[in-house]
């Protein structure tokens, strides 16, 4: 396999378009077309397709970018240690909930005393399986129902689903709240579509409760925030800590979410990574102490 043509593919796999990759080699379109294509020719099998007017990577050609990516990782941190030069980041996939209310205690002590710089990638959990297995991401961390094939999956923590309302609303004064506690109530839920959507909708219906749409949002602090302006009500992750104002209540009957700690088993991870990844596991449940 010919080294300079697996990285030039792996610079075109990052922009999916010969013009655009052609310049970043600093090269002419056809040398660039001509390289990928004798790579294709010397792994016999197609790397990309066009959908369109948009060129997609094959699942081959995905398996094809993550491992130049990590050639041309392990070159570069090879030619840097001998030359004494810091390392690469390390780059950590992951949610916006999770970067607010999981990952926290564990970032700031990697951040304390770095191995290598880190690169934090926000992105949904559909997002964060694709970037670890492209090879863009070292690490990720998303709520998945069932672990992505092709990749290493570790549970990092379990938690349960909370009802979230004002400190002075009539459940409050209850320890856990139950689905019939929402019949009849606008609800502040996430997009149509959504996974967390779908699960509720799915148990309130087999629990025979209605409910109304109050508003649609994007994300656990919208959702607290249209809480606190009286919107509605809204059911949030465990993790979620609400705002001056409000008060989660935990409702058993809805089951939650499962945090998966993400790689790819074949990678060869950097010292950094490594490091991120025991911190990770180390920490795992300090959010149930904040």
């Known amino acids: ?32 077309h001509a390289q990928v294509k004798r790579l294709s020719g010397e792994l016999g099998v197609t790397l990309y397709r066009r959908e369109g007017r948009r060129l997609v990577l094959t699942p081959q050609g995905l398996e094809a970018a993550a491992f130049a990516r990590e050639v041309s990782e392990r070159c570069a941190r090879f030619e840097g240690s001998l030359r004494g030069e810091a390392p690469g980041p390390v780059v950590l996939a992951a949610g916006e909930g999770s970067y607010l209310y999981l990952l926290g205690t564990a970032l700031r002590a990697y951040l304390a005393a770095p191995a290598a710089p880190l690169t934090p990638l926000t992105m949904n959990a559909e997002g964060v399986v694709a970037s670890l297995k492209s090879g863009e991401a070292h690490l990720g961390v998303a709520a998945l129902d069932t672990a992505p094939p092709g990749l290493q999956v570790e549970t990092l923590t379990a938690m349960e689903l909370a009802l979230v309302m004002p400190a002075d609303h009539p459940l409050a004064a209850r320890r856990t709240a139950r689905l019939s506690d929402l019949r009849g109530a606008p609800l502040v839920v996430p997009p149509a579509g959504r996974p967390h959507r779908a699960l509720l909708a799915r148990h309130l219906a087999a629990a025979g409760v209605e409910w109304s749409v109050a508003v649609e949002a994007h994300g656990w602090p919208l ?10 009500l809204a059911v949030v992750n465990g993790c979620c800590r609400p705002p001056e104002g409000l008060v989660s209540r935990p409702i058993p009957a809805l089951p939650g979410p499962r945090y998966l700690l993400l790689r790819r088993p074949a990678r060869q991870l950097p010292p950094a990574a490594h490091q991120l990844e025991r911190l990770l596991v180390k920490h795992r449940d300090a959010w149930k102490r904040s």
């Open 1 to 32: 396999m010919n080294l300079e043509r697996l990285a030039s593919f792996s610079v075109f796999s990052e922009h999916l378009n010969f013009t655009r990759a052609a310049a970043a080699l600093h090269m002419t379109q056809p040398a660039l």
């Open 223 to 232: 959702m607290m925030r249209f809480v606190s302006l009286g919107v509605g």
